[in-house]
């Protein structure tokens, strides 16, 4: 039962333009959702967070909105960068019984081209 | 600040043999460490929460007697693989929770374990 999804397995977006990625998920407890960058052979390296009391958080070139009522969530990364080219995870947190557990997503590859 | 070392970042081992995995925070303590398994372009998935001084809190599905979890002081887990299998391989990526960060966990940069 994934309760976190990126439908998008791959995105491939131009140096300068906008990248949108997307996340879905369906438990309503979480309350709290993060973004994390991941190179291969890498950990996750935590980008933006969202808590769900706000719509939008904004820091630098990364943007995360949340749509409670959709549940959905989106990162924006405006302009995009050849360095941004990672695989980019959604998590999840709430009050789902253990404290501080992330439920991941499934990962939606970037690749910024030149 | 609130770095987390994971080692060794790769081994290679035979079938049946055990495998010890640590994860260490180097500038906080660490009451709570994670454990996750990632298969290839597949998800992070949690394995167990580790809590200093108690024993680990298994997810479902998951052997606690094949994936032995110690978190005996406040700054170094460990996973211990027991009797490697080859469908155990797999990339194990641990974190750690501090208490002084606006992050809810830090990761280690993981371990890719194969087993032939």
């Known amino acids: 039962d994934q309760q976190v999804k990126q439908n998008s397995p791959s995105l491939s977006v131009q140096e300068g333009r906008i990248s949108i990625l997307n996340c879905d998920y369906t438990?309503?407890?979480?309350?709290?959702f993060l973004w994390y960058k991941k190179y291969p052979a890498e950990g996750p390296t935590f980008l933006i967070s969202i808590s769900s009391i706000k719509d939008k958080n904004e820091d630098g070139r990364f943007t995360v909105f949340l749509n409670k009522s959709a549940k959905h969530l989106s990162l924006h990364i405006v302009p995009s960068q050849p360095g941004d080219s990672a695989v980019y995870f959604c998590a999840a947190i709430g009050n789902t019984g253990t404290a501080s557990k992330l439920t991941f997503g499934t990962g939606t590859r970037l690749q910024v081209t030149l | 600040g609130a770095v987390v070392s994971q080692h060794p970042s790769w081994v290679i081992c035979k079938s049946g043999t055990s495998v010890k995995i640590e994860c260490r925070s180097l500038d906080f303590q660490a009451t709570t460490m994670f454990w996750y398994r990632q298969f290839p372009k597949q998800s992070l998935m949690l394995m167990a929460t580790?809590?200093?001084?108690?024993?680990?809190?298994?997810e479902q599905g998951v052997e606690k007697d094949k994936f032995l979890i110690n978190h005996a002081s406040l700054t170094l887990s460990t996973l211990t693989v027991t009797s490697a299998h080859p469908e155990d391989s797999s990339f194990y990526i641990c974190s750690a929770r501090s208490l002084y960060s606006n992050q809810p966990q830090h990761f280690g940069d993981g371990t890719r374990l194969s087993i032939l």
């Open positions: 438990n309503s407890m979480f309350d709290y």
């Open positions: 580790s809590n200093e001084g108690s024993k680990a809190t298994y």
